[in-house]
T-cell receptor, first 116, second 118 residues
Framework: DVKVTQSSRYLVKRTGEKVFLECVQD?????MFWYRQDPGLGLRLIYFSYDVKMKEKGDIPEGYSVSREKKERFSLILESASTNQTSMYLC???FGLGDSSGNTIYFGEGSWLTVV | AQKITQTQPGMFVQEKEAVTLDCTYDTSDQSYGLFWYKQPSSGEMIFLIY????DEQNATEGRYSLNFQKARKSANLVISASQLGDSAMYFC????WGYGGSQGNLIFGKGTKLSVKP
């Protein structure tokens, strides 16, 4: 079974803290993504990566950074957490370029972050 | 700019009836894939159906079919014979295969909340 594992399901952090959210996949996927999901706003892309050490900004990168030192791991970093970053964070991965037929995306279970 | 638009924030359907959830997309890329995902209240993302941009036939998966109209850039999801368990959020998404500077981008719409009435 393909697995995308997010390190923490529920976190509570203080304003100004540095926060690390880890995502690991076991299917050798090239592409990995970080989203935040808020009611009425759907899934908004923060950052994505199509290869090791490669990263691209999504729609809402401000206040976040990412790291992809190994193919299987994609980390989301909140340099200085703020209350408006309270949200559910979702990691996803998928295969890279090539035959697009039958492709699918695999999701982690989500990480609920509360910043107080 | 790449974009997915779902214009129906919420919809109701009677059990056993068919329902269409709208999705339009915007991209200048030629190679892309379109997905529909279901998210029940438990939060997990459940894959429903996939359509590649070069696929000439509309995709079908059981009670789900994707009405793909490439010229109009629409990828509507049709659910036939709705069931109570279909009540959930539904997301349309587009993956860009990377020709034209959008390598590996995967974007979602805001979602449609479907409620099935008994």
């Amino acid at each position: 079974d393909v697995k995308v594992t997010q390190s923490s399901r529920y976190l509570v952090k203080r304003t100004g803290e540095k926060v690390f959210l880890e995502c690991v996949q076991d299917m050798d996927h090239e592409n990995m993504f970080w989203y935040r999901q808020d009611p009425g706003l759907g899934l908004r892309l923060i950052y994505f990566s199509y290869d090791v050490k490669m990263k691209e900004k999504g729609d809402i990168p401000e206040g976040y950074s990412v790291s992809r030192e190994k193919k299987e791991r994609f980390s989301l970093i909140l340099e200085s957490a703020s209350t408006n970053q309270t949200s559910m964070y979702l990691c996803a991965s998928t295969f890279g370029l090539g035959d697009s037929s039958g492709n699918t995306i695999y999701f982690g279970e989500g990480s609920w972050l509360t910043v107080v | 700019a790449q974009k997915i638009t779902q214009t129906q924030p919420g919809m109701f359907v009677q059990e056993k009836e068919a329902v269409t959830l709208d999705c339009t997309y915007d991209t200048s890329d030629q190679s892309y894939g379109l997905f529909w995902y279901k998210q029940p209240s438990s939060g997990e993302m459940i894959f429903l159906i996939y359509q590649g941009s070069y696929d000439e036939q509309n995709a079908t998966e059981g009670r789900y079919s994707l009405n793909f109209q490439k010229a109009r850039k629409s990828a509507n999801l049709v659910i036939s014979a709705s069931q109570l368990g279909d009540s959930a959020m539904y997301f349309c998404a587009m993956f860009l295969w990377g020709y034209g500077g959008s390598q590996g981008n995967l974007i979602f719409g805001k979602g449609t909340k479907l409620s099935v009435k008994p």
